[in-house]
Every structure is written in C-alpha cells, then in structure tokens.
C-alpha cells in the first residue's frame, strides 16, 4: 500500500495549505462549538476535493482521523505514499509528519477530525491501526449534522452535544477496537512505560499468555500490524515528541527509545516519518 521508494522525497516537503476554487469543505471549528471544546476537538468536516487540493503538516500538533468517502487521494503514512479509496480510515499520531493532496482526474471525497495537542487521543504513546478499511459514512453523517445544527439550526447545545458524542463514540469504534482484548491490554500496559527496553516477541507472548504466533495474529487483527512493528510505532513516536518538546541529543533519545546505535534509530525514524531526526527537530522548533 505505501511506497517507500517516495521517502527520500519527504526532506523537501514544507508546511502546506492548499484548498483550491475547485474543492468544497464543510468545517465546523473549536470556536464555533462548544461541544467539540469540551471533547478537545479543534475541528471536524467534510471536503469533496480536486487538484491543487494538498496538505502538508511538518509538525502536526494533534492525532488527525480521516475517512476516505469515495475518488481517490493521495495520503502520507507510516514513512511512504498511499493511495487512499473509499471506506479506507487513517490515523495520523501527533507530532508526525502528514500529508495529503487530490490527484489528477479524480475528485476525493472525505470527512476528518483533527484532535488538539491537549486530547487524549494526542497525547504520546496512543495505539491505534494507522490504516484500515472501515466505513467513514456514519462519521460523514455525525459532521453534518453538528455542522446543519450550528451554523442552519439553532445552536442547541443538547444537539450539539449529541453530534459530538456520535463523532467520539464511532472513532472510538474504529480506533479503540484492541482494548477490548484483555491480552494486547496487557501486553502493551507494560510496553509503553518501558520503550527503552530490549523487547522481544517472547517476552510479549508469555505476558499474553499465547504463543508468539498466536499473538502476532491477534496483533495484525487488531492493529494491521506485527506486535514487533507496534512497538516500533511506538517508539517512533515517542521520539518524535521528545524531538519537538526538548533538546536532548538525537543520540540520548536513541537510547530512552530502545537504540544503542543512533545510526539504526536515525534510518529506522526517517523509515517511518519521511524525515531524518534532525529535520524533524528544525520544522517541530519552528
């Protein structure tokens, strides 16, 4: 699905905002809500796109769900391009480089909602699939009625309330879906305050209480991914945030990340967010 061969293009990509006279959105915002205010929702909408339609975000401040309604776009994930069709959902966490544009001779049609910095959602270490085939129409659906309520209705607040709570509650339904597996709980329960260790499937395993195929099945079930791979999300993307939020050495973020070697870290961060760690750091500290 993605094409790591388009990476070593992502150095030269800049913050990016181009909507175009030929693209129609339909946005309701944090100012404009109260109910996404109280959610730690910045904004939530839905675009039927054409070219020159492109989004680039170098540091994206708050984990950004986006369902793809029918066309066809273009979307950066996990370090290579994507080509993104209908009842296809992304996850993009905080603190990562994203992108997205419209591609020639196709309308993309699509609705998303963007997370502030301060939403649990955003904060480091959430887990959730960064891609799968799931049906975005009922979270379409949700957006415009917040959006019919606030700006064509009467802005009531017990409506508005009631959109917001049907947008969480079917984002919950597509990211949330390995929680309700006691295993994977567990298993990354005791990862993510322990991303410095030496982290073996085994290991997952016997906390798991399978055998490590098993838990590499449930694993890509769940997430679309190995255990091994989650984990190396993981600790890319707490990297990414110590990256933007502090000063320390590429080469002490290695280490607090699992890395002896910040050679292996450095190719294994520029594999998977598009960027060397240093050109992560200089656009995050802009």
């Known amino acids: 699905m993605s094409d790591p061969a388009m990476a070593s293009e992502h150095d030269y990509l800049s913050e990016t905002h181009i909507v175009g006279g030929d693209t129609r959105q339909w946005i309701v915002r944090v100012d404009d809500c109260q109910a996404l205010r109280d959610r730690h929702i910045s904004h939530v909408g839905v675009g039927d796109a054409a070219v020159p339609y492109r989004i680039v ?11 793809s309604l029918g066309g ?83 802005g ?14 079917y984002i919950s339904r597509f990211a949330d879906p390995w929680r309700r597996d006691t295993r994977i709980v567990a298993v990354f329960d005791a990862v993510i305050p322990t991303l410095e260790k030496h982290w073996t499937i085994e290991e997952m395993a016997e906390i798991a209480h399978v055998s490590s195929e ?38 002490e973020i290695a280490v607090r990340v699992g890395y002896q070697s910040p050679f292996a870290f450095s190719k294994t ?10 050109h992560f750091r200089h656009h995050s500290q802009e």
């Not at 009531?156 to 509650?169: H, K, P």
């Open 214 to 251: 098993h838990l590499r099945r449930i694993s890509r079930k769940v997430f679309g991914r190995s255990p091994m791979q989650q984990l190396t999300q993981l600790r890319m993307q707490h990297a990414a945030h110590l990256l933007a939020t502090s000063s320390l050495p590429v080469e």
């Open 156 to 169: 009531d607040a017990a409506s508005c309330e009631m959109w917001g709570d049907t947008i969480e509650r």
């Open 57 to 67: 975000r170098t540091r994206l401040s708050g984990a950004y769900i986006h369902g």
């Open 269 to 278: 961060f520029k594999r998977m967010k598009g960027v060397s760690p240093s």
């Open 72 to 154: 066809e776009g273009r979307m950066l994930l996990d370090g290579g391009w994507c080509t993104m069709r209908r009842n296809m959902m992304s996850f993009a966490p905080a603190h990562g480089l994203h992108a997205f544009h419209a591609v020639p001779g196709s309308r993309w049609q699509y609705c998303w909602v963007r997370y502030l910095p301060s939403a649990p959602r955003s904060v480091v270490g959430t887990i959730a699939p960064i891609m799968q085939h799931f049906d975005p129409e009922p979270m379409k659906h949700a957006i415009l009625g917040l959006y019919s309520e606030v700006f064509h209705g009467q």
